[in-house]
């Protein structure tokens, strides 16, 4: 393993309908009764406590751009039907709720603003979280598309919501004077220009998108709806005395309707909207954002304090007692990871062979064996080949033997033997390959220039992951997750690799990722869910931080701090918690990936034999 956007579309005035009695408490627009009370407020404490928050707006912007290549598509594989949700808060914090997957926040960073909005990526493996200045933060397997320059936002201008699109390959950014700005794919909807301050009665608070993408509902603090685009007026509180101010709006997912909710927890609903509500009694914090149940049924409302109130027939995912909560956001429920986060194990490969050629495996770390200064493992990865395609893992099956005794750690409320990885090494072929002349990308002798080169390396990616596979096959190992080892950035001239020098890249990066590509697109083909194991710095010394297409890959960051565990005690290092940065951080991540596993690489610091590794 590693040694080292716009066409103007409908935009209009807040129309109206009819002249409503004076307010005191939400009544239908077209007099019915609302049918029940919100659901208690809920206040369990789910996660950790935030309290007495000192905020001070210093610091960097939005996040760099990972890639200028194309963006990555959503597989949705591993997401439940089931809708949760997110909270954010003003200081970068992120909080889970009903299954909904956490990948970090932006409470480290110095922000110079506050955040305000939130989004999810479809597969519900990653979010962006934007700053009152326009700045874009992206976690997980959520991709950067973009920022919301000082100059461009308008002086005196902030930024109030956000919403994703839903192949999770833009977003819109929505400002205080109506202005709905795409980024990514992101359709322009009404050219992405401001309401006219003529139609404007106070600034803009919160927006939600039509289905279609080309619309947008906007509402203000006096609770008028103002329609852009394709998107269809259903009513407004225009007219009305409010008590309290608009603070959010949420449409129904057919947008035939929304609901309008003031910072007391009030609901009206409008169109095919039902399930509005007086809000709870005692409610001692502002709702600050809502979002739909799925349906046009129900609804979720949170406080400012991370209470959620559950309207219609909407169920609770959970709430926390924090402070400074400033939007909540649809999160699909993700599938738990294989293994519980903490989990320690090893990785294990021909260096582990009884000797050189040996279909017999060495000694090997944990039970059965109990090497000394190993212990107990559930993490268990095997590679099936050496540095160059044919150059396979002589002792895979003695090795796959090994990787079946791992267990669950202690306590666990799983059973029985957990899953194990197959990996496999990468790299460019060489002049004398013979397995990329023909493959997916066709036959290369057709082509000519940079496309026969493409052709080359595709199919030489592609056909070696299919190889990687029927060898582990016919040695009796399956894997429904395989990591593709991406390392060694010491590249070779040209579009060969120079294995003699220790050159297995080549430094043309454009090729190089086209390589890693092939390779994925090979184990997808397969129904294999693809990783890839590799660090930020070499991933971007391969292949300029390329984003695949197809999915985000899972991933394994190597070169993580070593730690006891797994590493023996008498080694003196730090607990396993020093490592979690690796998991939650987004400087560690690459390819748009989500971490699953991170390596503690031994080196000649300390001579350990064997690769740790901890499961995020």
């Known amino acids: 393993m590693l040694i080292d956007s716009r066409e103007h579309g409908g935009r209009g005035r807040e129309r109206r309908r009819g002249v409503w009695s004076p307010y005191r408490r939400p009544t239908h627009a077209r007099g019915r009764a609302r049918p029940r009370r919100p659901a208690a407020v809920g206040c369990s404490l789910a996660l950790a406590v935030v309290s007495s928050l000192t905020v001070s707006w210093t610091g960097s912007a939005g996040a760099a751009p990972s890639s200028a290549q194309a963006p990555t598509a959503f597989t ?13 808060t003003a200081l970068g914090g992120v909080y889970s709720f009903g299954g909904a997957g956490w990948y970090g926040n932006e409470r480290w960073r110095h922000l110079a603003a506050p955040i305000v909005g939130m989004a999810v990526t479809p597969d519900g493996r990653g979010y962006w979280l934007v700053g009152a200045n326009g700045s874009v933060f992206s976690l997980g397997d959520a991709i950067w598309y973009g920022s919301l320059s000082r100059d461009v936002l308008g002086p005196g201008q902030q930024i109030v919501a956000m919403s994703a699109t839903p192949d999770g390959r833009g977003y819109w950014l929505i400002n205080q004077s109506g202005a709905v700005i795409p980024f990514g794919d992101a359709p322009s909807i009404a050219g992405g220009q401001p309401l006219p301050e003529t139609d404007l009665a106070t600034p803009i608070v919160a927006a939600a998108i039509t289905p279609d993408e080309h ?10 709806v103002y329609t852009v685009g394709t998107a269809v007026w259903f009513g407004s509180l225009a007219g009305h005395h409010l008590w309290h101010p608009i603070t959010a709006i949420a449409a129904i997912p057919s947008g035939r309707g929304y609901w309008l909710t003031d910072s007391a927890g009030d609901v009206w609903d409008f169109g095919g909207a039902l399930g509005g509500s007086p809000g709870p009694k005692g409610l001692t914090a502002p709702v600050v954002g809502m979002i739909p149940a799925q349906n046009r049924y129900g609804y979720w409302s949170a406080t400012a304090t991370g209470s959620v109130i559950d309207g219609g027939d909407a169920e609770s995912r959970g709430s926390t007692a924090t402070s400074g909560v400033v939007a909540i956001a649809a999160a699909p429920q993700v599938d738990p990871p294989p293994l519980p986060s903490g989990s320690i194990g090893y990785d294990i490969n021909w260096p582990q062979c009884a000797s050189n050629g040996s279909a017999k495996a060495g000694t090997l770390p944990g039970p059965p064996g109990d090497a000394a200064g190993t212990t107990a493992y559930s993490v268990a990865v095997v590679g099936v080949d050496g540095w160059a395609v044919g150059d396979v893992n002589t002792c895979l099956a003695a090795e796959v033997a090994w990787a079946k005794h791992a267990t669950y750690p202690s306590g666990s409320h799983e059973s029985g033997t957990p899953p194990y990885d197959l990996y496999m090494f990468l790299n460019s072929p060489s002049s004398d390959s013979t397995i990329d002349q023909k493959g997916p ?13 493409k052709c080359l390396t595709y199919n030489y990616g592609y056909n070696a992951a299919i190889a990687a596979v029927q060898y582990a096959d016919s040695e009796g190992a399956h894997s429904n997750l395989w990591w593709l080892d991406i390392e060694n950035d010491i590249c070779a001239p040209g579009m060969w690799n120079d294995a003699s020098n220790g050159e297995w890249w080549s430094c043309d990066l454009s090729l190089n990722a086209v390589t890693i ?7 997808r083909s397969l129904d294999i869910t693809a990783g890839v194991y590799c660090t930020a710095v070499q991933w971007q010394g391969i292949t ?11 991933l394994w960051i190597a070169g993580a701090i070593w730690t006891s565990p797994p590493f023996p005690s008498s080694y003196g290092y730090v607990g396993p918690g020093a490592d979690s940065k690796y ?6 991540r690459f390819a748009g990936g989500t971490p699953l596993l991170l390596q503690e690489t031994p080196g000649g610091g300390n001579n350990y034999p064997y690769d740790p590794d901890l499961a995020c």
């Open 76 to 88: 949705g594989r591993v997401v439940s039907p089931t809708f949760s949700y997110d909270f954010a």
């Open 215 to 224: 619309g947008a509902w906007l509402t203000d603090t006096a609770g008028h």
């Open 441 to 453: 990308a066709g036959t290369c002798a057709d082509y000519s220039g940079f496309t026969w080169q």
């Open 517 to 523: 590509q092939g390779a994925l697109d090979a184990l």
């Open 544 to 554: 300029n931080r390329y984003m695949p297409t197809g999915g985000a890959p899972l």
């Open 583 to 588: 998991c939650t951080d987004s400087a560690y």
